[in-house]
């Protein structure tokens, strides 16, 4: 579908307030660009201010390829297009998105899901469970793996995409979507990204350290997360929150004017965790709900998933689903994606792919491990590079007291030297615990196939679903999955 707009009708539309401006015309308008590599004939450029690059700088750029309008929050001169200013064009881009693509966001049912933990595996639940409320072809879902536009598939490039983005999606469809379920970060959140979004259902899973190098402490990480759920959700919009988690219990007494829908093991959890069971062959979970109790199995594994599991029925519940739509959802997710991921391999070990890169994740996904592990449990990890410093000795202790050996690694050291990052790994493990230091993720996994035996668990972590490795700013194909079956094929095993 497409559409056309001239300028002064777009920017009404928008509600854009014009400063300033340069030339008279009012070119008709076909498309949007914040990016000037993407514009193409008859875009509007909106250059939007960064802390690193800033648009102002690629305007040139941007009229070279075809933009017939420019809109900055800074004054500019002899342009030979039409010029505007305004002003917070990082919240107002996606408002001209759906402007120009004649969205509106009352006509769609949209859930964003936040939290350091959980999100993909949630938005899995949650797409599944707006697939029994609307249709496979109308329900989409963007996320950390993937994005799922219906049927069609399309490689992820960040968590949460430009609000402006997910409209042209939209607009350009030949069949638009009545439900759209996200993760939403706390970096999309902070920098406005969502600009433009309003949400019927926000999620909140957990808080735990992570992107402090970004945040800077925990409290602005949460205030940048909140954002979801006081700038973001419609008026009539359903908070659901973990209240299990403290800041989430926080959130919860915050939000005085809205309504909510907690969950957790807490006795004033409206949605109570009652009991679970977890094993290799997935989670079974109960559940109290105005004093009733009813059951739910999932083939997704780890004591976790109960978390994310509960989300989603919390969620399910807030829509109205019954109880057969939300086990429904839960039959139609098999796995997801680097996420507890077992690989299906003849040996008489196991090896689990996960992608946790946090403390807490990493401890979860340890300890989900451990009881299920009737040998020893042996872990392949590193830190990203670039990325949150304070943690990763924090990691290195996690893991040498819920394993038996760990082996230290690269994860993605992007710019940063991969030693430099091990060793401060290796400042959180004791040297009296048995560990091993390989800087190529390759070798470090081929060392963990190579020792383990009968009974034991190989956890690779970090990683996950990714498909690369960022190592000096170039990323080169590198999945674990792929890597372990690879080595187990030319014999790498005892």
């Not at 997935?282 to 999932?298: A, H, Q, T």
């Not at 924090?394 to 819920?402: A, F, L, P, T």
């Amino acid at each position: 579908m497409v559409t056309n707009m001239r300028l002064s009708e777009l920017l009404n539309k928008a509600g854009m307030q014009v400063i300033d401006g340069t030339g008279d015309s009012d070119p008709e308008i076909l498309d949007i660009c914040y990016d000037s590599r993407k514009v193409v004939s008859g875009s509007l450029y909106v250059s939007i201010p960064g802390t690193r690059l800033d648009g102002d700088s690629y305007i040139k750029d941007a009229i070279s390829r075809g933009a017939v309008a420019v809109i900055s929050e800074n004054p500019q001169t002899d342009l030979p297009v039409r010029f505007v200013q305004s002003t917070n064009l990082r919240n107002a881009l996606g408002r001209l998105g759906a402007s120009l693509w004649e969205i509106n966001i009352q006509d769609l049912f949209f859930v964003g899901i936040t939290g350091t933990n959980g999100k993909t595996t949630t938005a899995h639940l949650f797409e599944q469970m707006l697939r029994q409320k609307y249709s496979a072809d109308r329900t989409w879902m963007f996320g950390t793996v993937d994005f799922h536009l219906g049927e069609k598939r399309l490689p992820a490039d960040h968590t949460t995409p430009e609000a402006l983005d997910i409209f042209r999606y939209i607009g350009k469809s030949q069949c638009r979507p009545e439900g759209l379920v996200m993760e939403v970060s706390s970096h999309s959140l902070a920098l406005d990204r969502v600009g433009g979004m309003l949400y019927d259902m926000a999620v909140w899973t957990n808080l735990t350290q992570d992107h402090l190098d970004f945040h800077h402490d925990m409290v602005s990480y949460y205030q940048a997360k909140k954002r979801l759920f006081t700038k973001y959700l419609k008026p009539d919009g359903i908070a659901v929150i973990n209240i299990d988690d403290p800041w989430g219990e926080r959130l919860r007494n915050e939000l005085t004017n809205t309504k909510c829908v907690t969950y957790g093991r807490n006795e004033a959890a409206q949605i109570r965790i009652f009991s679970w069971k977890c094993d290799w062959d997935g989670c079974r979970v109960d559940i109290e709900e105005d004093g009733k109790v009813f059951s739910f199995s999932s083939s997704l594994r780890g004591y976790f998933n109960v978390y994310n599991m509960a989300a989603m029925i919390a969620g399910a519940r807030g829509m109205g689903c019954s109880a057969e739509q939300i086990q429904k959802a839960f039959d139609c997710v098999d796995t997801v994606p680097g996420r507890m991921d077992r690989v299906d391999l003849e040996a008489l070990f196991s090896v689990v792919v996960d992608y946790a890169h946090t403390p807490d994740a990493l401890e979860n996904i340890l300890k989900t491990a451990r009881p299920l592990t009737g040998g020893r449990l042996i872990c392949v990890f590193g830190c990203g590079g670039d990325r949150d410093k304070a943690k990763r000795p924090i990691m290195g202790r996690i893991v040498s007291e819920n394993c038996d050996e760990a082996i230290v690694t690269s994860d993605n050291p992007r710019t940063e030297k991969p030693q430099a990052i091990i060793d401060q790994i290796l400042d959180g493990i004791p040297l009296d615990f048995p560990h091993t230091v390989f800087a190529d993720r390759r070798q470090a996994i081929m060392q963990a196939l190579s020792m383990a035996r009968e009974g034991d668990c190989v956890v690779i972590a970090g990683k996950g679903h990714e498909d690369y490795q960022e190592i000096d700013g170039v990323k080169h194909h590198f999945n674990d999955k792929e890597v372990v079956m690879e080595l187990l094929a030319h014999g790498e095993k005892k």
